[in-house]
C-alpha cells in the first residue's frame, strides 16, 4: 500500500483525492492547501461537474474523514516546511500548479517524500506519459505533463510505431480552464486568456504537442500545436493532423486504433467509438483517449486527420494515479 500526499487541493487534486478513496493499493495521508479545512470539506461534497460526492464527507480540527478512511489536513505555505516524512507519506502529488521545477520538487523529497509526481508540464525533469514511456517512470521527481499531452502521446506513438509519422500538427478543441477569466479582464498570461471564458472562443498557445516530444524524443521539431479555448465546462477533443511515412487509408488507421485500444499497453489508456458523440458524453471517463473512429480521414494517401476525446480533468488525473500505481 503506497501512502499518497496531495499539495494542491484544486481541480487535479481533488480528483487525485477521490479516484486514491477508490484505490485498494493507495492511501492517502496528507493534503496540504492554503484554503481553509471548512472550504476544502465543501469543495469536495459539492462539484458543479460530476456532482455531489457519493461519501460523506467531515473533518475536525486538522484531519479529514470519508468514509470510513480519514487524512491529515494542513495549510503550510512552504514546501519546505511539509511534514512528509512525519505523515510517512512515499509520493506526493504536487499540483498547485505553482511548483512545476526541479528544485521546488527536490524540497518534497528533503521532506520526506520518495517520489514527486507534478501534474504538468516541466521544464526539467522528465515527462512520462502512463502507456507510452511507463518504464521511465522509475525516477524519483517526474512530471505528468497535460491532459491534452495524455490524450495525444498515444495516438502517436501508436501509428508513428504502426504507419509512421513525417510531421505532425495538432489543434485541440479545450474546455475552459481557471487560467482564464469569468469577465473580460487583463490576463498576464496571453491577453485572448482574459476575456470572458464562457462565451468566447478563444485560440491559445498549447505546449501539449511539445511536451509529447519529451515523452517521445523521435518527433522533437516535427510536432507542433495551438489551441482553442471554447464555453464547455469540461470535455475537450484533439485534432491531429500528419504526414504519414507510408500509404495509409482512414480504414486501415481506424483498424490499428480499435487494436492497440485492446491490448494490454493501452487497454486503460486508448478507447475508440463509432458513435456520434459530444463533449458532456465524456465526462467522467477514466480513459486519456478515446477515437472518435467517423472523423478519420486520409487524403491522397499520406494526409490524416485523426480526432480523439478526452475528460481533461477526469481523465489525465486517471492517467496521473496509474503511474503512481507503475512505481
Known amino acids: 500500500m503506497k501512502k499518497i500526499g496531495i499539495n494542491g487541493l484544486g481541480r487535479i487534486g481533488r480528483a487525485s483525492l477521490k479516484l486514491i478513496m477508490e484505490s485498494d493499493h493507495l492511501e492517502l495521508v496528507a493534503v496540504n492547501d492554503l484554503m481553509s479545512i471548512e472550504n476544502a470539506v465543501y469543495l469536495l461534497k459539492y462539484d458543479s461537474i460530476y456532482g455531489r460526492y457519493e461519501r460523506e464527507v467531515t473533518h475536525s480540527e486538522n484531519m479529514v474523514y470519508i468514509g470510513d478512511k480519514s487524512f491529515h489536513y494542513s495549510s503550510v505555505r512552504e514546501i519546505s516546511d511539509l511534514p512528509w516524512s512525519e505523515f510517512q507519506a512515499e509520493v506526493v502529488i504536487e499540483s498547485t500548479g505553482l511548483f512545476t521545477n526541479r528544485a521546488d520538487a527536490e ?19 522528465p515527462t512520462i506519459v502512463h ?48 487560467s482564464q477569466t469569468l469577465m473580460d479582464a487583463p490576463s498576464k498570461k496571453e491577453p485572448r486568456m482574459g476575456r470572458t471564458a464562457g462565451i468566447n472562443l478563444a485560440p491559445a498557445a498549447t505546449g501539449a504537442a511539445i511536451a509529447t516530444t519529451k515523452a517521445l524524443p523521435q518527433y522533437a521539431g516535427k510536432f507542433d500545436g495551438v ?15 500528419f504526414i504519414s511515412e507510408r500509404p495509409t487509408s482512414a480504414e486501415e488507421i481506424n483498424e490499428i486504433l480499435i487494436e492497440e485500444s485492446l491490448s494490454s499497453r493501452y487497454k486503460e489508456v486508448v478507447g ?35 480526432m480523439s476525446w478526452y475528460d481533461n480533468e477526469w481523465g489525465f488525473t486517471n492517467q496521473m494515479i496509474r503511474q503512481i500505481g507503475a512505481l
Open 227 to 241: 489551441a482553442v479555448r471554447v464555453p464547455v465546462s469540461v470535455g475537450s477533443i484533439s485534432d491531429v493532423t
Open 107 to 125: 524540497k518534497h523529497l528533503a521532506s520526506g517524500a520518495k517520489f514527486v509526481v507534478i501534474s504538468g508540464p516541466t521544464k526539467d525533469t
Open 272 to 306: 475508440t467509438t463509432d458513435e456520434p458523440l459530444v463533449s458532456t458524453d465524456i465526462i467522467k471517463s477514466p480513459l486519456a483517449s478515446i477515437v472518435d473512429l467517423a472523423m478519420t480521414r486520409v487524403v491522397d494517401g499520406d494526409l490524416v486527420k485523426v
Open 131 to 178: 502507456g507510452v514511456n511507463t518504464d521511465e517512470g522509475k525516477v524519483n521527481i517526474f512530471s505528468c505533463a497535460s491532459c491534452t499531452t495524455n490524450n495525444i502521446s498515444p495516438i502517436i506513438e501508436i501509428l508513428g510505431r504502426r504507419i509512421g509519422i513525417k510531421k505532425a500538427v495538432l489543434n485541440t478543441t479545450h474546455a475552459y480552464t481557471a
